[in-house]
């Protein structure tokens, strides 16, 4: 599957912030403006939020209306069923998976 530059931005921008911060999970989403929100998981014992989570959050209170895309860099296969929500909250934007090292391992609709 071929990306374009935009969309292997994103997973750029989620594989450094997961490295960053040592994190489990990084996430990346861009949108309908072109404006990109970065972010990892927050694991404390109050909150708990996956890094897409965080990452609309963080676009929703920028003043995001709409997501186009988003990118997940992790070890699992898949994303969760909350990450899957809170992007089709947004709109049905695509969300890349990928592995730690960037490799691409499914796209979401």
């Given at each position: 599957m071929t990306l374009d530059a935009e969309d292997t931005k994103i997973i750029t921008l989620a594989r450094s912030a997961r490295a960053r911060n040592g994190a489990a999970e990084g996430a990346?989403?861009?949108d309908e403006t072109g404006r990109t929100y970065v972010a990892t998981e927050v694991s404390l014992p109050s909150l708990q939020l996956s890094a897409v989570q965080l990452a609309v959050a963080m676009a929703v209170t920028g003043g995001a209306?709409?997501?186009?895309?988003?990118?997940?860099v992790t070890d699992a296969d898949d994303p969760g069923d909350r990450d899957l929500a809170a992007i089709e909250d947004l709109?049905?934007?695509?969300?890349y998976v990928a592995g730690p090292d960037g490799e691409l391992k499914g796209r979401y609709v």
């Open positions: 990346a989403v861009r209306e709409a997501i186009e895309a988003a990118a997940l709109g049905h934007a695509i969300l």
